[in-house]
Nanobody
Framework: QVQLVESGGGLVQAGGSLRLSCAFSGRTFSSYAMGWFRQAPEKEREFVAG????????SYLDSLKGRFTISRDNAKNTVYLQMISLKPEDTAVYYC?????????????????WGKGTLVTVSS
């Protein structure tokens, strides 16, 4: 059984940066494509970024390109989301996701495993 544990969320001022981490365990990490999703209060879950098994391919929500960067370290079984120039509208719970298929479904349908999420709050 795969377990995903996110960390790195918190309160940051607008314009600041955060790096989220997601620790993967229970299976072979490199066999899974990874992704980040987010859900703001009273809004639907939203795809943020995805990364292929070896990290050679990435995808992003168009509006986040240039500010968010997804990466992975297969030696550490960890996927990261570097976020810069944060805005109040980035406030959300950020979820790590793992799937045997790349790219991940951007609606999150059929994703194999989810973390419990980490809260990011961006103050204005």
């Amino acid at each position: 059984q795969v377990q995903l544990v996110e960390s790195g969320g918190g309160l940051v001022q607008a314009g600041g940066s955060l790096r989220l981490s997601c620790a993967f365990s229970g299976r072979t990490f490199s066999s899974y494509a990874m992704g980040w999703f987010r859900q703001a209060p009273e809004k639907e879950r939203e795809f943020v970024a995805g990364i292929s098994f070896s990290g050679g391919r990435t995808s992003y929500l168009d509006s986040l390109k240039g500010r968010f960067t997804i990466s992975r370290d297969n030696a550490k079984n960890t996927v990261y989301l570097q976020m810069i120039s944060l805005k109040p509208e980035d406030t959300a719970v950020y979820y790590c996701a793992a799937d045997l298929i790349y790219p991940l479904n951007t609606r999150g349908y059929g994703v194999d495993y989810w973390g419990k999420g980490t809260l990011v709050t961006v103050s204005s």
